[in-house]
Each structure stands twice: as C-alpha cells, then as structure tokens.
C-alpha cells in the first residue's frame, strides 16, 4: 500500500532552493559552466520557472568525455570488484536516506503526483541500484570445458566511456536502470538528460560524490539533443551511447555513430502497446486496476503504456462502465497534493500535442468518455484522460504513440483478427493480455509481436527481467536483468595453449 509522504512549506521552498542550485553541467567532482545557453526550467504545473540551466556546449561535453576517461586510467579503473559494488550499494542507500527529496524534486520537475515519485520512482532506483551491485560481486565470466592442451576463457570487459541519454518521463529511475549496470560492468558514464528535466540528474551526480566515488565517473551534461546529443554521439572517445526516447532520435544516434567510431548503440524507443482481452473473460472486476492503471500511470506519460484495448463484443458494455468508473478514482491536479493521481503534463509543447491528437479524433468519432474526476488547480497542462471507443484502425490514435492519458478501444468478434490488428504497427515495446485459460493465454502470448508481454497485469517486470523491445521499439540490448550487462561490456575470447 502507498505511503502518504509528509511534507510542509519549508521542505518545498527547501527542494526549490535545491533545484535552483543544480543549474549547469557536473564534471568531475563539481559543476561546470562555460558560458553558453541558459535555459529556464519550468514546473509542469504553474509555469514558474525552477531553474536555470546553463546547457552543455560541444566543448562542456569534450570535458565531461575527458574526465569520464581519466576516471578510467585511475582510481575507478583499478578498482576491485567489491569496492565497485560498495560503491554503487553506498549510492543506492544514500539515495533511500534522502527519499524525500528526491520525490519533491523528481514532482517538481517533472509533474508526476508526489504519490507516485514517493511511492514508485525513488524506491524502484534503490531497488535497481543494489541489484546491480549484487551483479558486480556474483556475475561471473565463463570458462567452456577444457580440450586437450587448450583452456579458454570468455571474458567481459568495461566498454569505456558509456554515454546514456535520458527521457523525460522517468529520469531517476531510467538513470539507474542505465547507470547501474554501466558502473557494474566497470565503465564511466556521461549522462544527457532530457532538456525539460535535468533535476534529479544532476542531484544524483553530487550525491556519488559526497559519498566516496571518484571523480569523473558519473558526469552530467544537460543541453539539446542538436548539441549535447549530438556531441556525445559523434565522440570518438565514447564507446557506447545506451538512449531511451522517441524513434526519431535514436535513428540520429545510429546514424551518429555510423559517421564516428561505430560505438554499440542501444535504443529502448517508442510503443502503441496493445491490451487484449481473451474471449473467455465473464467478468472484468479482476483485471479493472491494471487495465485502468495502465493508461492513467504517470498521466500515460510511460513508454509501456497500454495505449489501445481489444476487447470481446460481449463485454463491450461492461467495459465503458469500468472505465468510466475507473477514471473517477484518479483525481486530477497539483503534484503536491498526496490525493492526486493524474498530474500536469510535462510541458506546454507537449500537451499541446496531445490535446491535438484528442481534438482530431474528436472530429470524426463522438463515441469517448471523459474524466469525471475532481479536478485541484488550475494548469494549461492538465489534460483530462479520455477513452475513444470503436476507433477506426486508420485513426492517428489507434496508430501513433500519444504519450498522454489517452486509451483507443476496438471491439472484436475474431481473436485471430484482433491479434492481427494488435501488431499491425511499427511499433513492438509491450503488450497485455488478460485472460483465464492458460492455454489461450500461452498462445495469445507468444503471437504478440512485443519484446515484453504481461499477463493478466499492467507491468514491466522486476529488477530481473529484460525489458526492451522489436521492431521500431528497440535496438542493440536491453535493460534490466543480467542481459543488460552486455550493452555494457566488450566480449573478450583467451584462448590458451596449454
């Protein structure tokens, strides 16, 4: 069950004060600034400006690849296995101490509901942390079995200077699930975040520090994907970029690193993850909180979202009312408040484009329910969640990531077509299926064309399940679970005559 964090006025001025405080790029053991563009920060909700962010220049990002290196050749580079998952542990128990603040700070600069930054964001980087330190001390190199006058080793060995580019909607805990297993596997990072929210980025940077990393091993450069991205992915002394955000760009960093030193690239991108449910479903009251939780979480700002719903014909009026229902129970508004579940959007460009994509479905389909929950505050970027039923399979909202709190729901009568449908897109993140046969379920499963499919559940999985997907969705690794080391590690053969 949720804890309800307890908060006054002097920890939110306090948590203002901190994030005016992280305003330019962390090089080494402290920040950097070099003159070039400062960029205002500003809450999702009220507008107000929270910081102002001196983004990284081309030269910011050399230094920051420079220090990264140096870290390499010294202290961290030469570091032993077990101070290395010490060092990550340390990090992990730190950020548990300063709990609070990193889910004021992750609200504030995000938008997400106190609730859920409290309750989902900073334990999960925790949890994702120490099981990357686990990582460190138990997972082993190979030795295959020994033939005549032969002994061979497989051997993982750092990749470098890793570089991770960050989205918007998680920061903290997509920094972990990427600066964890990339510290575990012995490298040095230099992080991008996105240029909406640099906050927690740069926090968590300064914490590494304070207790006990080297210098140089995590490094900060907030800045535009045209710059700091752009300068990260066609450095020759990077050896790897792991990126999470849309298609669009983790084409550039392929393309990037086809006119450099063909760093590794991993890219976790865009999903229109569909839900099935099985025709054999009588009653929807077991599935109603994941399905319902699956496109309000975060305000559908999560690439695992479940965007669109096939549903049997038969439970088409059970399903209206549970969504409607279901919508009530997230009431809308200030981050801040503890009741709220549905927050702001994280800019005004972007809830721009979601409201866009709402008005143009509105104009050819009237068949949609709106949020009736109660509403506190007032924001431009409060978009209220609706469901759009019986959309047409041509529709932008049935066929393009939304990235809002918006749900498409078809209704079918062919399981075999409803699957067809469910994959007819280039994209192939998640999907769900809900459902009470196991057999129906298993081979439901398994013709899903997603890299990560849950069952009667609105998921991704633990610390110890690959996450990642197909097609469009993804490329070149990975993350969580023991698979994510290896976007992380060069592959090393020895083969010795004996």
């Given at each position: 069950?949720?804890?309800?964090?307890?908060?006054?006025?002097?920890?939110?001025?306090?948590?203002?004060?901190?994030?005016?405080?992280?305003?330019?790029?962390?090089?080494?053991?402290?920040?950097?600034?070099?003159?070039?563009?400062?960029?205002?920060?500003?809450?999702?909700?009220?507008?107000?400006?929270?910081?102002?962010?001196?983004?990284?220049?081309?030269?910011?990002?050399?230094?920051?690849?420079?220090?990264?290196?140096?870290?390499?050749?010294?202290?961290?580079?030469?570091?032993?296995?077990?101070?290395?998952?010490?060092?990550?542990?340390?990090?992990?128990?730190?950020?548990?101490?300063?709990?609070?603040?990193?889910?004021?700070?992750?609200?504030?600069?995000?938008?997400?509901?106190?609730?859920?930054?409290?309750?989902?964001?900073?334990?999960?980087?925790?949890?994702?942390?120490?099981?990357?330190?686990?990582?460190?001390?138990?997972?082993?190199?190979?030795?295959?079995?020994?033939?005549?006058?032969?002994?061979?080793?497989?051997?993982?060995?750092?990749?470098?200077?890793?570089?991770?580019?960050?989205?918007?909607?998680?920061?903290?805990?997509?920094?972990?699930?990427?600066?964890?297993?990339?510290?575990?596997?012995?490298?040095?990072?230099?992080?991008?975040?996105?240029?909406?929210?640099?906050?927690?980025?740069?926090?968590?940077?300064?914490?590494?520090?304070?207790?006990?990393?080297?210098?140089?091993?995590?490094?900060v450069v907030p800045g535009t994907g045209a710059v700091a991205?752009?300068?990260?992915?066609?450095?020759?002394?990077?050896?790897?970029?792991?990126?999470?955000?849309?298609?669009?760009?983790?084409?550039?960093?392929?393309?990037?690193?086809?006119d450099s030193n063909l760093k590794e690239i991993s890219l976790?991108?865009?999903?229109?993850?569909?839900?099935?449910?099985?025709?054999?479903?009588?009653?929807?009251?077991?599935?109603?909180?994941?399905?319902?939780?699956?496109?309000?979480?975060?305000?559908?700002?999560?690439?695992?979202?479940?965007?669109?719903?096939?549903?049997?014909?038969?439970?088409?009026?059970?399903?209206?009312?549970?969504?409607?229902?279901?919508?009530?129970?997230?009431?809308?508004?200030?981050?801040?408040?503890?009741?709220?579940?549905?927050?702001?959007?994280?800019?005004?460009?972007?809830?721009?484009?979601?409201?866009?994509?709402?008005?143009?479905?509105?104009?050819?389909?009237?068949?949609?329910?709106?949020?009736?929950?109660?509403?506190?505050?007032?924001?431009?970027?409060?978009?209220?969640?609706?469901?759009?039923?019986?959309?047409?399979?041509?529709?932008?909202?049935?066929?393009?990531?939304?990235?809002?709190?918006?749900?498409?729901?078809?209704?079918?009568?062919?399981?075999?077509?409803?699957?067809?449908?469910?994959?007819?897109?280039?994209?192939?993140?998640?999907?769900?299926?809900?459902?009470?046969?196991?057999?129906?379920?298993?081979?439901?499963?398994?013709?899903?064309?997603?890299?990560?499919?849950?069952?009667?559940?609105?998921?991704?999985?633990?610390?110890?399940?690959?996450?990642?997907?197909?097609?469009?969705?993804?490329?070149?690794?990975?993350?969580?679970?023991?698979?994510?080391?290896?976007?992380?590690?060069?592959?090393?053969?020895?083969?010795?005559?004996?």
């Amino acid at each position: 069950m949720d804890r309800i964090p307890t908060f006054g006025v002097s920890d939110l001025k306090q948590i203002r004060a901190t994030a005016r405080r992280l305003d330019t790029s962390w090089i080494g053991d402290g920040f950097s600034r070099d003159g070039g563009e400062v960029r205002a920060i500003a809450s999702p909700f009220d507008g107000e400006t929270i910081s102002e962010v001196a983004f990284a220049s081309e030269k910011q990002v050399g230094l920051a690849v420079r220090a990264a290196r140096g870290a390499l050749k010294a202290e961290w580079g030469t570091m032993r296995h077990e101070g290395r998952a010490a060092l990550i542990r340390a990090l992990a128990d730190a950020v548990e101490k300063n709990r609070l603040e990193f889910a004021l700070l992750e609200s504030l600069d995000v938008g997400k509901p106190i609730l859920h930054s409290y309750n989902d964001d900073v334990p999960t980087t925790v949890g994702v942390l120490r099981w990357y330190a686990s990582l460190v001390e138990t997972a082993y190199d190979l030795s295959p079995a020994r033939r005549n006058g032969v002994f061979s080793q497989i051997v993982r060995e750092p990749q470098g200077v890793v570089g991770i580019v960050l989205p918007w909607n998680y920061p903290l805990t997509t920094l972990a699930l990427k600066v964890g297993p990339a510290l575990a596997a012995g490298n040095t990072v230099v992080c991008k975040p996105a240029d909406d929210t640099p906050l927690t980025t740069l926090r968590l940077a300064e914490l590494a520090i304070e207790i006990g990393f080297p210098a140089g091993v995590i490094n900060v450069v907030p800045g535009t994907g045209a710059v700091a991205g752009k300068a990260l992915g066609l450095h020759n002394d990077v050896s790897a970029i792991n990126f999470t955000g849309s298609t669009a760009t983790g084409r550039r960093f392929l393309h990037y690193s086809a006119d450099s030193n063909l760093k590794e690239i991993s890219l976790e991108c865009g999903g229109k993850n569909p839900a099935i449910i099985l025709p054999d479903v009588k009653s929807l009251d077991r599935f109603a909180d994941d399905i319902s939780t699956g496109f309000l979480m975060n305000s559908g700002q999560l690439c695992s979202s479940i965007s669109r719903v096939l549903a049997p014909r038969a439970l088409q009026g059970d399903l209206r009312d549970m969504l409607i229902a279901k919508m009530k129970e997230w009431p809308i508004g200030d981050p801040f408040d503890p009741a709220t579940r549905i927050g702001p959007l994280v800019s005004d460009a972007h809830a721009a484009k979601v409201n866009r994509a709402i008005d143009t479905e509105k104009r050819h389909n009237n068949d949609l329910s709106v949020s009736a929950a109660a509403i506190t505050g007032a924001s431009p970027r409060l978009v209220e969640p609706v469901v759009f039923f019986n959309v047409a399979e041509s529709a932008d909202v049935w066929r393009e990531e939304i990235f809002g709190p918006v749900l498409s729901v078809r209704f079918y009568d062919d399981l075999d077509g409803a699957i067809r449908s469910a994959n007819d897109t280039q994209y192939g993140l998640s999907a769900y299926v809900f459902g009470e046969n196991p057999d129906a379920i298993r081979e439901a499963s398994t013709m899903l064309d997603a890299g990560f499919v849950a069952i009667n559940a609105f998921c991704e999985g633990d610390f110890t399940t690959p996450f990642g997907g197909f097609k469009t969705s993804g490329f070149g690794g990975k993350d969580k679970g023991i698979h994510s080391l290896d976007q992380y590690a060069r592959t090393k053969s020895i083969w010795w005559a004996t």
